[in-house]
């Protein structure tokens, strides 16, 4: 009997087949790809904005007062004469700025905290959990008034305010991935090899953990652009900045007589919340295992 070809499986031998890609597994989702676009058009506006807006956006009269969105404006203007579009630029970047660095330290805080309670258990834990759930029963958004209002309406605080706030959910799931890890067998052989605590916590657990902090995360961006715009609204956003929440703070008077000055803000904050979700959607099926191991 001949040996089997070069290249040929053994008898009973069955291949596995191919591993679907990260990108066939997220386009799956027609929506989370739908909300990955927008979210690539609002990103590329806001980098280059500068490049884009035809006025400054704190220019005074740079057109007739209320004028009705058209050719020159094509959002109209504010009750000053400011382009709302070149304004509405300007503010979606403040307005992600804030998201996206009130997203990155409270992910940053709530890993450390969870890490931690996750990882030593027992009166750490306990600790650190009964802190979590301290800030978890607080009213986030009232608690956020009193923070910028008491240090001040500057960008730095109302992203540090965020940041203070947003944390506990992170700090949740990153215990519970902590309680799930931190029995396997490899942290067992890096802890005989004679790794130290920190070097367990964060070289070889964390990287096992990152998957549903990476989804939180995300959706985090979006719950943060929609806390600064409430307190924007409520006259608390920095007025040195011109951010979406500020101009529907400061439209609120003309709103009826010129709808597309609060319209086109609105929109926008809608689109970009909206598509971080779906985007934060589109990334779950990527990163679950069942979505990985089929």
Known sequence: MSAPAPGTPAAGWVEEPPRPSLWRIFALNRMSVLGLAVLGCLLVLAVFGDAIVPFDPEKIRAGPRMASPGAVHLMGTDDLGRDVFSRVLAGLRI????????AAVSTGIGIVVGSFAGYFGRLI??????????????????????????????????????????????????????????????VDAARIAGCGVLVLMFVEILPN?????????????????????????????DPSQVSLGIMLQQAQQIMRSAWWTTAFPGLVIFLAVLSLNLVGDGLNDVLSPRSRGR
Do not use: K
């Open 209 to 237: 953990a990152l998957a549903p902090v990476v989804v939180a995360g995300t959706l985090q961006v979006g719950q943060a652009m929609l806390l600064e715009a409430g307190l924007s609204y409520l006259g608390l956003g």
């Open 125 to 186: 834990d306990d600790l650190l959990m009964r802190l979590t759930e301290v800030f978890l029963v607080i009213p986030r958004f009232f608690l956020a008034i009193m923070l910028v209002a008491f240090f001040g309406a500057h960008i730095v605080n109302i992203i540090l305010a965020i940041a203070l706030l947003s944390w506990p959910e992170i700090a949740r799931i990153v215990r519970a991935e902590f309680l799930s890890l931190r029995t396997r067998q490899f």
């Open 95 to 102: 307005s992600l700025i804030v998201g996206l660095s009130a």
